[in-house]
């Protein structure tokens, strides 16, 4: 059996014979969130595109580079359930990295006056993780939680949050409860929102899976006390390795709002102790609640 | 009398009648740092000619959009003093932020072998900074400095280091001494660098001069006990609000080195004691000393 998984079925991709570079996609219902399909998925999906063109080697004999090292995404739009186009461009391939770009397109409205809308625009540079010197050191530390079965189920989120969370259904996502306040309407105003994070059909992470981990928790903006829906205007996340078979622990943060705008960083944790992503936002905060 | 400073000078750029959109400008010998061009330099540059596109309102009635807001850099190949052209491509106009794209090109080679390469892809979300909300709260703290006079010039740095930065004769830098060390062989190890800066012909800082100061302090990574040239490969940088005149202080960390990559944060606060950008950049480790 070899059952795949709604991660991989939701960044499926298929390469169109007569144009070279382009590929298409369905995004289905299961990973909505708020207004539209989330930031997150639309990135993996985006990232899987590139992959297909910078994983393999190229004609002139450089070395494939599967993994996003940096990649960075400007969201123009809401994506939407629906067919899904991704226009890839490789920008320059090189021995060590190579960089590419990808526009994720999707059809508003019908008949004539249809027009293809840009939702993201990705800009990337690939290389090859599993090459890399294993060497790490750092001086983060990992987020201390209490055990996944003490922490608060995504599931456990209010009604009229799940009822435009469909993403949640897809995702195993235990916060810590010292960062649940803004679920009972008493956030900390801390600015931290922590949690185990894993895929709910158990599907194991890798560096695409990742950049859906750096935008998959609640927006700590409503850590903040800020309830309102914040869409995101770009998002970085760099891969640093790898991530091992099992729970993520995800660390978002957010210290500066000013001007209506608030930057959120994300890091990412595998069960090995290894910090496997960080990522940076800078998302508009909204009156309008979720 | 209307001087123009070293860095309007350095970043003008002149629009091509007979192709809309496309840039030149002039790269001089005064903004070298190692084995090119400043990073930094060359984002301020990109983020001039996106200015030029983004900021007047639009043909359909637009508001204009002259600061940004996100900007994100791809480091293709490294800039030398020389011609240089910009492609600029105007992604999204928006009632309230804007995206462009803009490439930087130089010839590299002569004659009929002669190719335009890339050196930097850029995409960035313009503002108006000027229209946003004067409100801001930050749990940041501004780095604790000695006075500028009691810091340590960039003009002691060790002679061998000089005579391939160009680029700090533009700038009036003071190092916090307690984050010097690398510079007579003792590197802390923490991974912070911290000083003053502003331009030394005395141009005060705007939105575009914090994409140069993101980028203008020695590496982080020299404090980290890592003496070599480490190119960077992607730089993102927010710009939160528009600086006051005077020094800007600025804070740079770096936590973590795997696979021979690390990130460097910056932070930059103004004479007003208010964060106005924060930038992260992936950089490549290296073992060519500088």
Redesign the interface.
Same mark, same amino acid.
């Not at 990973?31 to 990135?43: A, E, K």
């Not at 494939?64 to 090292?69: I, N, Q, R, T």
């Not at 006390?225 to 660390?251: I, M, S």
């Given at each position: 059996m070899t059952a795949v998984s709604e991660f991989d079925r939701e960044i499926a991709v298929t390469g169109r014979a007569d144009q070279p570079g382009t590929y298409d996609a369905e995004l289905g219902q299961g990973w909505r969130i708020g207004g539209g399909v989330n930031g997150g998925l639309l990135l993996a999906l985006a990232g899987h595109a590139l992959r297909r063109e910078l994983g393999p080697e190229s004609a002139n004999g450089m070395p494939g580079h599967p993994d996003p090292? &940096?990649i960075?995404a400007?969201y123009?739009?809401p994506g939407v359930p629906g067919p899904t186009e991704l226009r890839t461009q490789v920008?320059?391939r090189g021995r060590g990295?190579s960089?590419g770009?990808v526009s994720v397109l999707q059809r508003d409205g019908d008949g004539e006056g249809a027009v293809l809308a840009?939702r993201v @625009?990705v800009?990337? $540079?690939y290389g090859d993780?599993a090459l890399?010197?294993?060497? &790490?050191? $750092?001086?983060?530390v990992p987020p201390e939680l209490p055990d996944p079965d003490a922490c608060v189920s995504a599931a456990q989120a209010p009604p009229q949050f799940l009822k435009h969370a469909s993403l949640l259904d897809r995702l195993d996502l235990r916060l810590d409860p010292a960062t649940t306040g803004w679920a009972v309407g008493k956030p900390s105003g801390n600015?931290v929102i922590r949690g185990w994070l894993r895929l709910a059909d158990g599907r194991e992470p890798d560096p695409l899976m990742l950049l859906l981990a750096v935008d998959a928790l609640p927006p700590v903006a409503f850590e903040l006390g800020l309830p309102g829906w914040t869409p995101t205007?770009?998002l $970085?996340a760099?891969v @640093?390795?790898r991530p091992a078979p099992g729970w993520l622990r995800v660390n978002l943060t957010s210290?500066?709002?000013?001007?209506?705008?608030l930057?959120e960083d994300a890091e990412v944790w595998d069960s090995a102790g @290894?910090?496997v992503a960080?990522s940076?936002q800078?998302a508009r905060a909204t009156s309008s609640r979720r």
């Amino acid at each position: 059996m070899t059952a795949v998984s709604e991660f991989d079925r939701e960044i499926a991709v298929t390469g169109r014979a007569d144009q070279p570079g382009t590929y298409d996609a369905e995004l289905g219902q299961g990973w909505r969130i708020g207004g539209g399909v989330n930031g997150g998925l639309l990135l993996a999906l985006a990232g899987h595109a590139l992959r297909r063109e910078l994983g393999p080697e190229s004609a002139n004999g450089m070395p494939g580079h599967p993994d996003p090292l &940096a990649i960075s995404a400007y969201y123009l739009s809401p994506g939407v359930p629906g067919p899904t186009e991704l226009r890839t461009q490789v920008v320059r391939r090189g021995r060590g990295v190579s960089t590419g770009q990808v526009s994720v397109l999707q059809r508003d409205g019908d008949g004539e006056g249809a027009v293809l809308a840009e939702r993201v @625009r990705v800009l990337a $540079t690939y290389g090859d993780l599993a090459l890399l010197d294993a060497d &790490a050191s $750092t001086s983060a530390v990992p987020p201390e939680l209490p055990d996944p079965d003490a922490c608060v189920s995504a599931a456990q989120a209010p009604p009229q949050f799940l009822k435009h969370a469909s993403l949640l259904d897809r995702l195993d996502l235990r916060l810590d409860p010292a960062t649940t306040g803004w679920a009972v309407g008493k956030p900390s105003g801390n600015g931290v929102i922590r949690g185990w994070l894993r895929l709910a059909d158990g599907r194991e992470p890798d560096p695409l899976m990742l950049l859906l981990a750096v935008d998959a928790l609640p927006p700590v903006a409503f850590e903040l006390g800020l309830p309102g829906w914040t869409p995101t205007l770009e998002l $970085t996340a760099h891969v @640093r390795c790898r991530p091992a078979p099992g729970w993520l622990r995800v660390n978002l943060t957010s210290r500066t709002l000013s001007g209506g705008y608030l930057e959120e960083d994300a890091e990412v944790w595998d069960s090995a102790g @290894r910090l496997v992503a960080l990522s940076r936002q800078l998302a508009r905060a909204t009156s309008s609640r979720r």
